[in-house]
C-alpha cells in the first residue's frame, strides 16, 4: 500500500486518519457492486484516543503516533522517530530515581547485530538447530558470574556441584519467577522421570517398541508421617520486589502468610502479631519503614521455625540491594542462623521417595538471592575492600556460592552493568535442577529455561561490556557509584541545614540510593525520581530517591539540589488512614472475603 500524503497539523491523531479514510471510500456502493473493499477487516476506534489516553510530555504533544491503514509519509515518520529519540535523551541527561545505568556505548559494535534474528532457544549448554544464536558468548557470560559469585564452572552436567543457569530475556524478574517455580517443584516431591513402559492406553503396546523412552515429571506420594512434606511455604521481607507477591500467585506457593492466617490464625510465633490473631504479610524488615531495608533475622528465624517444626519445606528469599532502599540482607548471618533449625527438622537433607524403595536425596529448604542490583557490583566492593581496607573500609555481606546453603541468585543485566534492552542473569547448581535420578549421562533437557525463544542479543550485549573491562575497572566503577551516593546524600544533608527543614535524608549502608521527603511533581518528572510511601513509627512518609548509577555526576546532583532549593520543592502530602487501606498500608480488612493474592500496584519505588 502506498502512502499518501498527509498534512501532520490537520491530521494529528489516528482518529483523525480513520475519519479521513472511512468518510473517503464509498463503502456502500463498493460492497453493492460486489467490489472487495480495500479496507480490510479491522476495527475502527470508537472515539480518538487521544481522549482516552494519558496526555504526552508537552515536547511530544504534536507528534503523530497513529499506525493503520494508511502508512505515515517518510517525512511524519521521521520526525516521530526524532522527536521521540530526542524526547528520551533529554529524559535520559535527567535521570537519577531508577537503578539503571544510562551510561553506555553500544551504537558501534552493536548496531550491526539489529539485522539479525538472534534467539538462544533451548538450554545455553546445547547447541539446538536455531544457529543464529550466541550461546557462546552467553556461556562466557555465564562462566564471568559462575567465577565471580564462587561457584564451580564450567558447567558440567555430570557435576552436580558445578553451577547452571541461563541468560534471562527478561530482568531479575524472569530470574526470580524461575527461582520460584524450580525451588516449588524441588521442594515440591516433583521428580523427573524416564517412563520405562509408556502408558498402554495412550500408545498401543506394539508400537510402544519403537518409541523412545519419554521424560515425564511425576509427583512422589505424600510420605504417611508428614501430610506437609510436600507444601513448600515461602519467606521474603517487606523490602521485597513485588515480583515475589507476583510470582506466588503464578507459580501457586503458599507464603507463611496465606498458610499462617489459612490454618494457624492465632498462633504467629511474633507475639505483637498473635496478640492481633494475625500474621504479618512479609517477613519484617528491621526497624520497619524507618530502618535499613534489611529482613529482621531474629522474626525471620521464628517464623520458620513455627513451619519447619511441622514438617513444611521452607523457601526463603534474600534481597542483596533492595529495590527502594538498597539494602543488603545479611545472607551469611541469616542462613547461618537458618541452617541449625534445618537440621533440627531434618530439613537440611531429606529423601524424596518417588516409587517404593527408589529415593532422591535433596534439601528441604531452598535459598535464593535475588541480586537484580546488588549481585553486579558487591564482589567488586568486596575485592576492593581486601585489597586495600584502608582506602575501601567496609564491603557487604557475603550472599554467594561460597555459602553452601544458597540455591539460587538472580541479577539484572540493564541494572548496574548497563544495557538498552532490560536482560540478567538465573543461576543455580547442576544438582538442583530437575533431572532423572541415577543418570549422570543425562543428556540434558532441552528446554530448560523459562521462555522459549530467548534474547541472543541479551548475551552479546553484556558480552560487550564485560569484555571492555577488566576487573581493576570494575572495582573503580563501583566504588566510584558508592563515592557518588555519598556526595548526593552529603548534598542533601547539605539542603537540609539549609533549608532548616527535615528531609528524612537516609542512606543504608552501601547503598547506591539516596532518600529523602518526596519532591514536587515536576521535580519527579524531570529527573525521573521514584517515589515511596514508607510507614515511619506510626506516620506515613512520602520518599523519593535518587540511584547513582553509572551515568550520574556531581553536575547533575547539584542540578537536581538547585531544584530543590526552590520555593514550594516539598510539598506536604496528606495520606490520610483511608487512602492508607486502600493503598493496602494497614492491616485493616477492608472485606471480609479471604485474601487470594497480592497485587502489587504500588510501591517498592516502581509506582512512581
Ligand atoms: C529491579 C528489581 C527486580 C526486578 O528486576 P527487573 O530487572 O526489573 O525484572 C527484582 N528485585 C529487585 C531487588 C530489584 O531491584
Same mark, same amino acid.
Given at each position: 500500500?502506498?502512502?499518501?500524503?498527509?498534512?501532520?497539523?490537520?491530521?494529528?491523531?489516528?482518529?483523525?486518519?480513520?475519519?479521513?479514510?472511512?468518510?473517503?471510500?464509498?463503502?456502500?456502493?463498493?460492497?453493492?457492486?460486489?467490489?472487495?473493499?480495500?479496507?480490510?477487516?479491522?476495527?475502527?476506534?470508537?472515539?480518538?484516543?487521544?481522549?482516552?489516553?494519558?496526555?504526552?510530555?508537552?515536547?511530544?504533544?504534536?507528534?503523530?503516533?497513529?499506525?493503520?491503514?494508511?502508512?505515515?509519509?517518510?517525512?511524519?515518520?521521521?520526525?516521530?522517530?526524532?522527536?521521540?529519540?530526542?524526547?528520551?535523551?533529554?529524559?535520559?541527561?535527567?535521570?537519577?530515581?531508577?537503578?539503571?545505568?544510562?551510561?553506555?556505548?553500544?551504537?558501534?559494535?552493536?548496531?550491526?547485530?539489529?539485522?539479525?534474528?538472534?534467539?538462544?532457544?533451548?538450554?545455553?549448554?546445547?547447541?539446538?538447530?536455531?544457529?543464529?544464536?550466541?550461546?557462546?558468548?552467553?556461556?562466557?557470560?555465564?562462566?564471568?558470574?559462575?567465577?565471580?559469585?564462587?561457584?564451580?564452572?564450567?558447567?558440567?552436567?555430570?557435576?552436580?556441584?558445578?553451577?547452571?543457569?541461563?541468560?534471562?530475556?527478561?530482568?531479575?524478574?524472569?530470574?526470580?519467577?524461575?527461582?520460584?517455580?524450580?525451588?516449588?517443584?524441588?521442594?515440591?516431591?516433583?521428580?523427573?522421570?524416564?517412563?520405562?513402559?509408556?502408558?498402554?492406553?495412550?500408545?498401543?503396546?506394539?508400537?510402544?517398541?519403537?518409541?523412545?523412552?519419554?521424560?515425564?515429571?511425576?509427583?512422589?506420594?505424600?510420605?504417611?508421617?508428614?501430610?506437609?512434606?510436600?507444601?513448600?511455604?515461602?519467606?521474603?521481607?517487606?523490602?521485597?520486589?513485588?515480583?515475589?507477591?507476583?510470582?506466588?500467585?503464578?507459580?501457586?506457593?503458599?507464603?507463611?502468610?496465606?498458610?499462617?492466617?489459612?490454618?494457624?490464625?492465632?498462633?504467629?510465633?511474633?507475639?505483637?502479631?498473635?496478640?492481633?490473631?494475625?500474621?504479618?504479610?512479609?517477613?519484617?524488615?528491621?526497624?520497619?519503614?524507618?530502618?535499613?531495608?534489611?529482613?529482621?533475622?531474629?522474626?525471620?528465624?521464628?517464623?520458620?521455625?513455627?513451619?519447619?517444626?511441622?514438617?513444611?519445606?521452607?523457601?526463603?528469599?534474600?534481597?542483596?540491594?533492595?529495590?527502594?532502599?538498597?539494602?543488603?540482607?545479611?545472607?551469611?548471618?541469616?542462613?547461618?542462623?537458618?541452617?541449625?533449625?534445618?537440621?533440627?527438622?531434618?530439613?537440611?537433607?531429606?529423601?524424596?521417595?518417588?516409587?517404593?524403595?527408589?529415593?532422591?536425596?535433596?534439601?528441604?529448604?531452598?535459598?535464593?538471592?535475588?541480586?537484580?542490583?546488588?549481585?553486579?557490583?558487591?564482589?567488586?566492593?568486596?575485592?576492593?575492600?581486601?585489597?586495600?581496607?584502608? @582506602?575501601? %573500609?567496609? $564491603?557487604? &555481606?557475603?550472599?554467594?556460592?561460597?555459602?553452601?546453603?544458597?540455591?539460587?541468585? #538472580?541479577? /539484572? +543485566?540493564?541494572?548496574?552493568?548497563?544495557?538498552?534492552?532490560?536482560?540478567?542473569?538465573?543461576?543455580?547448581?547442576?544438582?538442583?535442577? @530437575?533431572? %532423572?535420578? $541415577?543418570? &549422570?549421562?543425562?543428556?540434558?533437557?532441552?528446554?530448560?529455561?523459562?521462555?522459549? #525463544?530467548? /534474547? +541472543?542479543?541479551?548475551?552479546?550485549?553484556?558480552?560487550?561490556?564485560?569484555?571492555?573491562?577488566?576487573?581493576?575497572?570494575?572495582?573503580?566503577?563501583?566504588?566510584?557509584?558508592?563515592?557518588?551516593?555519598?556526595?548526593?546524600?552529603?548534598?542533601?544533608?547539605?539542603?537540609?541545614?539549609?533549608?532548616?527543614?527535615?528531609?528524612?535524608?537516609?542512606?543504608?549502608?552501601?547503598?547506591?540510593?539516596?532518600?529523602?521527603?518526596?519532591?514536587?511533581?515536576?521535580?519527579?518528572?524531570?529527573?525521573?525520581?521514584?517515589?515511596?510511601?514508607?510507614?515511619?513509627?506510626?506516620?506515613?512518609?512520602?520518599?523519593?530517591?535518587?540511584?547513582?548509577?553509572?551515568?550520574?555526576?556531581?553536575?547533575?546532583?547539584?542540578?537536581?539540589?538547585?531544584?530543590?532549593?526552590?520555593?514550594?520543592?516539598?510539598?506536604?502530602?496528606?495520606?490520610?488512614?483511608?487512602?492508607?487501606?486502600?493503598?493496602?498500608?494497614?492491616?485493616?480488612?477492608?472485606?471480609?472475603?479471604?485474601?487470594?493474592?497480592?497485587?502489587?500496584?504500588?510501591?517498592?519505588?516502581?509506582?512512581?
Amino acid at each position: 500500500m502506498s502512502s499518501i500524503s498527509l498534512d501532520t497539523d490537520i491530521y494529528s491523531s489516528l482518529f483523525e486518519l480513520w475519519s479521513l479514510l472511512v468518510h473517503s471510500l464509498d463503502l456502500e456502493n463498493m460492497s453493492k457492486s460486489g467490489n472487495t473493499s480495500p479496507v480490510p477487516r479491522i476495527t475502527e476506534p470508537v472515539q480518538d484516543p487521544k481522549h482516552v489516553y494519558p496526555p504526552p510530555p508537552p515536547f511530544l504533544k504534536d507528534v503523530h503516533y497513529g499506525l493503520g491503514y494508511y502508512a505515515p509519509t517518510e517525512e511524519v515518520r521521521k520526525l516521530t522517530l526524532e522527536k521521540t529519540l530526542s524526547y528520551l535523551k533529554i529524559q535520559q541527561s535527567n535521570f537519577l530515581g531508577y537503578q539503571v545505568n544510562q551510561k553506555m556505548d553500544y551504537e558501534h559494535d552493536i548496531a550491526p547485530y539489529l539485522n539479525i534474528h538472534v534467539n538462544n532457544i533451548g538450554d545455553p549448554f546445547a547447541d539446538g538447530g536455531l544457529t543464529t544464536n550466541s550461546k557462546l558468548m552467553e556461556r562466557a557470560v555465564l562462566d564471568y558470574y559462575a567465577s565471580l559469585w564462587n561457584a564451580k564452572w564450567p558447567h558440567d552436567k555430570r557435576d552436580g556441584e558445578t553451577y547452571w543457569g541461563f541468560s534471562l530475556t527478561m530482568g531479575s524478574t524472569e530470574a526470580n519467577m524461575y527461582a520460584m517455580w524450580n525451588a516449588r517443584d524441588y521442594l515440591g516431591g516433583k521428580v523427573l522421570l524416564w517412563e520405562e513402559t509408556p502408558d498402554s492406553h495412550i500408545i498401543p503396546s506394539a508400537a510402544a517398541d519403537f518409541l523412545p523412552p519419554r521424560l515425564v515429571l511425576r509427583q512422589a506420594p505424600l510420605p504417611k508421617y508428614n501430610p506437609n512434606a510436600y507444601t513448600p511455604v515461602a519467606f521474603y521481607s517487606e523490602d521485597t520486589h513485588y515480583s515475589f507477591a507476583k510470582a506466588m500467585s503464578l507459580i501457586a506457593i503458599k507464603t507463611f502468610y496465606e498458610l499462617g492466617m489459612e490454618r494457624y490464625p492465632n498462633d504467629c510465633p511474633l507475639p505483637k502479631w498473635r496478640a492481633k490473631g494475625r500474621w504479618p504479610e512479609e517477613v519484617p524488615s528491621e526497624g520497619g519503614g524507618g530502618g535499613e531495608g534489611t529482613i529482621d533475622i531474629a522474626a525471620l528465624k521464628e517464623l520458620v521455625e513455627f513451619f519447619a517444626a511441622k514438617g513444611y519445606p521452607i523457601l526463603v528469599s534474600f534481597n542483596y540491594g533492595s529495590t527502594f532502599k538498597g539494602a543488603y540482607d545479611n545472607v551469611q548471618e541469616a542462613g547461618e542462623q537458618l541452617m541449625p533449625i534445618m537440621k533440627r527438622y531434618h530439613l537440611d537433607e531429606r529423601l524424596v521417595e518417588y516409587s517404593p524403595g527408589l529415593f532422591d536425596k535433596r534439601t528441604g529448604f531452598w535459598i535464593h538471592v535475588d541480586g537484580a542490583l546488588g549481585a553486579a557490583y558487591m564482589p567488586f566492593i568486596e575485592m576492593a575492600h581486601e585489597r586495600d581496607p584502608k @582506602l575501601i %573500609p567496609e $564491603s557487604g &555481606p557475603v550472599f554467594d556460592f561460597r555459602l553452601p546453603f544458597v540455591h539460587s541468585i #538472580s541479577m /539484572s +543485566g540493564h541494572k548496574w552493568v548497563g544495557s538498552p534492552v532490560p536482560c540478567g542473569i538465573f543461576m543455580t547448581k547442576t544438582k538442583y535442577q @530437575l533431572s %532423572p535420578p $541415577s543418570l &549422570p549421562e543425562y543428556i540434558g533437557s532441552p528446554d530448560t529455561t523459562f521462555a522459549g #525463544s530467548r /534474547s +541472543g542479543l541479551s548475551p552479546i550485549i553484556l558480552w560487550h561490556q564485560l569484555s571492555e573491562l577488566s576487573y581493576e575497572d570494575q572495582m573503580k566503577k563501583a566504588e566510584e557509584n558508592e563515592a557518588m551516593a555519598q556526595y548526593a546524600y552529603d548534598k542533601l544533608r547539605g539542603l537540609e541545614k539549609k533549608l532548616g527543614k527535615d528531609l528524612w535524608v537516609a542512606r543504608s549502608k552501601l547503598a547506591l540510593t539516596v532518600r529523602f521527603r518526596q519532591a514536587r511533581p515536576d521535580i519527579v518528572k524531570k529527573y525521573s525520581l521514584s517515589n515511596e510511601i514508607l510507614i515511619v513509627g506510626n506516620e506515613y512518609r512520602n520518599y523519593s530517591h535518587v540511584f547513582t548509577m553509572n551515568h550520574v555526576t556531581t553536575h547533575l546532583v547539584d542540578a537536581l539540589i538547585s531544584d530543590l532549593s526552590e520555593e514550594g520543592a516539598f510539598p506536604e502530602f496528606n495520606l490520610s488512614k483511608a487512602s492508607a487501606i486502600i493503598k493496602g498500608f494497614t492491616d485493616t480488612p477492608i472485606t471480609s472475603a479471604q485474601i487470594a493474592s497480592f497485587v502489587p500496584h504500588w510501591g517498592r519505588g516502581y509506582s512512581g
